[in-house]
């Protein structure tokens, strides 16, 4: 599994952007993916998740600004993050992420812990100015 991440760019306090990630060699049928974030000097912290069921979760700071989706292929998955409404607090580097595959007695739940994620991009910057 390889991922790339795409998009990213300068825009002003209040207008949109939208990121992606392509996930190659990507065959699973059950899995979690997810949106980190992060700043100059922070830690990195989870943004938003969606699972091959559709359910999604989103942090505090970003919810009703941010939207999460994804676009299956053959043998490979887009992965996007629609982030509208930006601030200069959402300035960071992004990183999308994808979790082990899950077999089918197990529950697909969207997570934003680090530790729940074995595949990363190398990120993609995001700049927001006041």
């Known amino acids: 599994v390889q991922l790339v991440e795409s998009g990213g760019g300068s825009v002003q306090a209040g207008n949109s952007l939208r990121i992606s990630c392509l996930a190659s060699g990507y065959r699973y049928s059950r899995y979690c993916l997810g949106w980190f974030r992060q700043a100059p000097g922070k830690e990195r912290e989870g943004v938003a998740s969606?699972?091959?069921?559709?359910?999604?979760?989103?942090a505090h700071s970003v919810k009703g600004r941010f939207t999460v989706s994804k676009d299956n292929a053959y043998e490979s998955l887009y992965l996007y993050l629609q982030m509208n409404s930006l601030k200069p607090e959402d300035t960071a580097m992004y990183y999308c992420?994808?979790?082990?595959?899950?077999?089918?007695?197990?529950?697909?739940?969207?997570?934003?812990?680090?530790?729940?994620?074995?595949?990363w991009g190398p990120g993609t910057q995001v700049t927001v100015s006041s």
């Open positions: 992420a994808s979790g082990p595959p899950r077999p089918v007695w197990v529950n697909l739940t969207p997570a934003l812990s680090l530790s729940d994620y074995v595949y």
């Open positions: 969606i699972c091959s069921d559709g359910s999604t979760l989103y």
